[in-house]
């Protein structure tokens, strides 16, 4: 029953959209099938143009907000991926080895408001860090955030 009703749709959608295509005069006039079927392919190549002309605005607009971010905190220091922080010292060095038996060489860093950080990966060119911490992410936790030291 269920495929008689499936064939039943498929043959109303074809003939609907042959009518369709009828009522304009393209089914039976090659000249004008091959116009529709030209300005088909041209719609297609306009959309494929615009989403590339998009695409490149959001590239230039990320690598803008990447250099506007490395101006205002400067680029001494170092970047470092967080994926833990911890008041009390003995959680972060536990969690530490957790991500060094991972595969992460990741440190520990005391920060100003006495949280002890777990840093996963570091390192001074800020588009690497920005790379990494889309990895870390996926792998180890998406609440990972960036930490800039002097």
């Given at each position: 029953?269920?495929?008689?009703?499936?064939?039943?749709?498929?043959?109303?959608?074809?003939?609907?959209?042959?009518?369709?295509?009828?009522?304009?005069?393209?089914?039976?006039?090659k000249k004008r099938?091959?116009?529709?079927?030209?300005?088909?392919?041209?719609?297609?190549?306009?959309?494929?143009?615009?989403?590339?002309?998009?695409?490149?605005?959001?590239?230039?607009?990320?690598?803008?907000?990447?250099?506007?971010?490395?101006?205002?905190?400067?680029?001494?220091?170092?970047?470092?991926?967080?994926?833990?922080?911890?008041?009390?010292?003995?959680?972060?060095?536990?969690?530490?080895?957790?991500?060094?038996?991972?595969?992460?060489?990741?440190?520990?860093?005391?920060?100003?408001?006495?949280?002890?950080?777990?840093?996963?990966?570091?390192?001074?060119?800020?588009?690497?860090?920005?790379?990494?911490?889309?990895?870390?992410?996926?792998?180890?936790?998406?609440?990972?955030?960036?930490?800039?030291?002097?």
């Open positions: 029953m269920k495929k008689i009703a499936f064939l039943l749709i498929i043959i109303t959608v074809a003939t609907s959209s042959c009518e369709y295509l009828r009522k304009k005069g393209i089914i039976g006039n099938m091959a116009e529709y079927i030209a300005s088909l392919e041209n719609a297609k190549k306009d959309d494929s143009l615009n989403y590339a002309a998009q695409l490149d605005r959001l590239k230039k607009d990320a690598q803008a907000k990447i250099d506007s971010v490395q101006k205002c905190c400067g680029t001494s220091g170092k970047y470092h991926i967080i994926t833990g922080s911890f008041l009390n010292p003995v959680n972060a060095e536990n969690y530490n080895k957790e991500m060094n038996k991972m595969g992460y060489h990741s440190s520990i860093i005391v920060a100003s408001n006495g949280f002890n950080l777990v840093s996963a990966y570091n390192g001074d060119n800020y588009n690497e860090v920005i790379n990494s911490l889309t990895n870390i992410r996926t792998a180890v936790n998406q609440e990972s955030w960036l930490y800039l030291s002097n």
